[in-house]
């Protein structure tokens, strides 16, 4: 554990949890994470968060995660930040690994509540608040009640940040936008300190979180679509509660996508995307599988429809599968 004063980043804008591109032999493809996430940094993205819950982290080994944090934190550096998911079942496991996410480069945290012990908020504020200390790296809380059980309000994340400096970002994907709008709230009232950037977790409530007070969005379907999420956020961000006949249509062509990041089976509907537009492969580890016949025939119907309608806004290249 260190006493050390911690950095700051950039906590802003459209920052993608990065899917892990898989090999048919079930190895990660280090060399495909890499290009992907410099793909990322060049449509516009402000940083990229890695081995989270879409980039299939309960799966990976610790070894894996290292592998992809210092491959990619040396290709990015000085261009963007890479965030390392912090997920565990442990927190002695958890903070062993944020040091190694140190040592490997990574510019910054997103800490989850442990992966199998299903807790009150007094542990998970617990459990965030050690990690968070062991290497002071800029830290980002990740409030997922959906996933987690463990259900953070935001007075509860106002006093976490208050007493820890490290504590830099909220990632709330409770999918209800008045979250972050009381985070906003007490931000303003100086209950919260300022630095707290607030981050849109679902992809389906974007203008609603920006609406409310997010500073940044951490995007599933941006690994499919960087320049389509960069311009639905940016539009959002220009006009917070108001936002343009543009970016409007954007938003409702971009949703039937963006509710696949709200689903069990995400992982398996975001990377189908990437595959149908040519960004990687429908390969998941197991135990996940790939999605039902009927149910990849049911969402190739959505992704060809929603690429259409997308199409009449931004052009986009795709392939058929």
Known sequence: MTDETPASIDWSGVIPALTTPLRDDDTVDIAAAVDHAQWMIAQGCRG???GGSLGEG???????K???WKATSAALRGRAPVIAAIGAMGTREACALARRAAACG???LMILPPYAHSGDAREAIAHIDAVARE?????????????????????????LAANNPAIQAVKDSTGDASRLALLA?????????????????LDDVVLEGVAAGAH????????ALPAESVALFEGALAARGNPSRQVIELNRAFMPLLKMDTVGDFVQRIKL?????????????????????????????????????????????????
Not at 186 to 200: H, N, S, Y
Not at 307 to 319: D, M, V
Request: glycine share 8%; aromatic share 4%; proline share 7%.
């Open 48 to 50: 990229v968060v890695i």
């Open 58 to 64: 309960q799966s990976l080994t610790a070894e894996e």
């Open 66 to 68: 290292c592998e992809l």
């Open 106 to 108: 990574c510019s910054g």
């Open 135 to 159: 290497t002071m790296l800029p830290a980002m809380v990740y409030n997922n009640p959906n996933a987690y059980r463990a259900d953070l309000s935001a007075a509860e994340i106002a006093g």
């Open 185 to 201: 709230k007490l931000i303003r009232e100086g209950k919260a300190p300022p630095r707290l950037a607030l981050f849109v977790g």
């Open 216 to 223: 940044g969005w951490i995007a599933g379907l941006a690994n």
């Open 273 to 321: 995307v990437q595959a149908v537009v040519g960004r990687g492969s429908e390969q998941v580890r197991p135990p996940r599988l790939p999605l039902a016949p009927a149910d990849r025939v049911a969402c190739l119907s959505i992704i060809h429809d929603s690429l259409a309608a997308l199409g009449r806004i931004h052009t986009i290249s795709s392939t058929t599968l």
